[in-house]
Structures are given as C-alpha cells and as structure tokens.
C-alpha cells in the first residue's frame, strides 16, 4: 500500500497567520491518464470530512481562496494564507491514484 | 442539493454481521463510483470499499476482504455495505462518499462488542 505521511502532526497557529502542511507519498502519485490524485481534506471536531482540493490543486466548490494546494510526484503541500477561527480541525491529504486509496495520519490545527 | 444518508449501524457481537445503507439523492447516483471510509473512534481516515457506477466492479482494503461486500441498487439509488464476520477492530464510523471523497455522509456507528 502506498503510505502518506503528514508534517507537523499538530500545527499551533494565530489567527491571520500563513499555516503550511505537507504531505509525502511513498511512491508517484502520477496515474497512467497524467493525473495525480491528491486530494486534501478536512475535518472539523464532530463532523464528516470535507474535500477541499481535489487533484492537487483544484479548490472544491464553497472552498474559501485562502486554501490552496500545490506540489507534484511524491511531495505536496496544503497552504492557507490568513487561519480563521473555523480552520480548526484535522486536516488529511489523501491520495486516490492507487488502490487500496489511504490516507495520511491527519495534521491537527488549533489556535494558540 | 447533493445528499448521503447512511443507515444501519449499531451494537454488534463479534462474528455477528450488519448490512449498512447509503441513500443518495440530488446527483444522478448511476454516473458515480462510490466508496466506504470508515473512522475508528479517536483516529484517522480508511477507505473499505468502492463500487463503480454500474456495480460491475468492486474493491475492498485487505482487512475487509472476504468478510464486506459492496453493492448497489441504482433504481432506488442505493449504497450498500453487507459486513460478515465482524470483528472489535471492525468498531468505526461508517461513510460513505461519492466520487473518491467528493461527497460524504454523516456516518453511522457501528460497535463490534460481547
């Protein structure tokens, strides 16, 4: 299975500050049609997971500019500009080009 | 607006067998692949299951194979997951999510415990 690995696992941040969490795979997540699905996700405490970006860097539709997502291969990064109080949660990259599909072990962002 | 409603979770015993229902509506359900993740309580994301559009299709995560079964009713736009064989380490959140996660569910519980 390919594992995905997060850092940090936990991400203090003030509010209006940049955060930056990335995300490893361990092997191409290029697929034979040129793709690479890498999805970011994320999960407010007590609610279902959202999609945010979605092959890398394609913001979901509702997703607010300040979310952005970038990278290529094996290395990728989910990037928001200004944090907001209801950006805490957890936050998964997830990559689809492989089956079984897996998940990273979830960054947690809160407020300091 | 697009909705996922998933059913039938609850207390199981181990070996015991629950079968778990997504119901979808506000999409054209027979255009979409469709996926179980489950959540153990406290932890992270795993995919289960996936189904492609016409039910031909199917995968399931190592840990879940032989025991779940995927399928699909697309005249009532329906997911399912048949669980056999359940297991404590089986104990999750159940989702289920439209397109590889664009889309999810509220979940439903299901607790594997004597």
Wanted: net charge positive; charged share 15%; with cysteine.
């Amino acid at each position: 299975d390919v594992v995905m690995t997060q850092s940090p696992l936990s991400l203090p941040v003030t509010l209006g500050q940049p955060a930056s969490i990335s995300c490893r795979s361990s092997q191409s997540l290029v697929y034979s049609d040129g793709n690479t699905y890498l999805n970011w996700f994320q999960q407010r405490p007590g609610q279902s997971p959202r999609r945010l970006i979605y092959k890398v860097s394609n913001r979901d539709s509702g997703v607010p500019d300040r979310f952005s997502g970038s990278g290529s291969g094996t290395d990728f990064t989910l990037k928001i500009s200004r944090v907001e109080a209801e950006d805490v949660g957890v936050y998964y990259c997830m990559q689809g080009t492989h089956w079984p599909h897996t998940f990273g072990p979830g960054t947690k962002v809160d407020i300091k | 607006e697009v909705q996922l409603v998933e059913s039938g979770g609850g207390l199981v015993q181990p070996g015991g067998s629950l079968r778990l229902s997504c119901a979808a509506s506000g999409f054209t359900f027979s255009s979409y692949w469709m996926h179980w993740v489950r959540q153990a309580p406290g932890k992270g994301l795993v995919w289960v299951s996936r189904i492609n559009s016409d039910g031909s299709s199917t995968s399931y995560a190592d840990s879940v194979k032989g025991r779940f079964t995927i399928s699909r009713d697309n005249a009532k736009n329906t997911l399912y997951l048949q669980m056999n064989s359940l297991r404590a380490e089986d104990t999750a959140v159940y989702y289920c999510a439209r397109q590889m996660g664009a889309t999810w569910g509220q979940g439903t519980l299901v607790t594997v415990s004597s």
